[in-house]
């Protein structure tokens, strides 16, 4: 069973349920030389990546801050441009790539702070294979949160070029 991201950032499935679905996707197996070794770091993995989640969930927040920020002066232009009679089109297609990039990168965000949680529960001593499997899960989900990021920095980067000259252009007219 594939549950996807937002039903899990939404936080609608039991920690338990969400570990073990993650557990029989990523079907890790460790040896038993490596087994030892796994459950040694495994406290010392965790601390570490309790302190990464509270300095990433900061950084998420400002950037969320700021991307918000952001949109509301775009809706205020497509506002005084609706005022004044003028197409909007152009500015409402960005808010519509902001807020889906913006919502995407919350989920993930979400995401992946809730499989941090997540992690701090697993009890490595029992089940180190859990332990390897959600971590490897983390990594991949932050590698999603940086990838989100990145979509929602291009599609501000690119409004100037995309949107505000070609409407400038058409309002000289």
Not at 63 to 73: D, H, T
Not at 96 to 104: A, E, R, T, W
Request: aromatic share 6%.
């Amino acid at each position: 069973m594939l549950v996807p991201v937002s039903v899990y950032a939404e936080g609608n499935i039991d920690s338990s349920v969400r570990l073990q679905e993650i557990k029989d996707r990523q079907a890790i197996t460790i040896a038993a030389e490596q087994r030892d070794f796994t459950i040694n770091q495994c406290q010392t993995g965790k601390t570490t990546l309790a302190q990464t989640q509270v300095v990433s969930d900061g950084a998420v927040k400002k950037r969320l801050a700021v991307y918000s920020s952001i949109q509301k002066e775009v809706k205020a232009i497509e506002l005084r441009m609706t005022k004044q009679g003028a197409d909007a089109s152009e500015i409402d297609l960005l808010i519509g790539k902001l807020q889906q990039s913006l919502d995407s990168f919350s989920e993930q965000a979400r995401y992946t702070q809730q499989l941090a949680e997540d992690i701090s529960t697993i009890d490595c001593v029992s089940s180190p294979e859990l332990y390897v499997a959600a971590i490897k899960e983390y990594k991949e989900a932050r590698r999603s949160v940086y990838t989100s990021a990145s979509e929602l920095k291009n599609v501000i980067m690119t409004a100037q070029q995309q949107t505000f000259n070609p409407l400038i252009d058409r309002l000289r007219i």
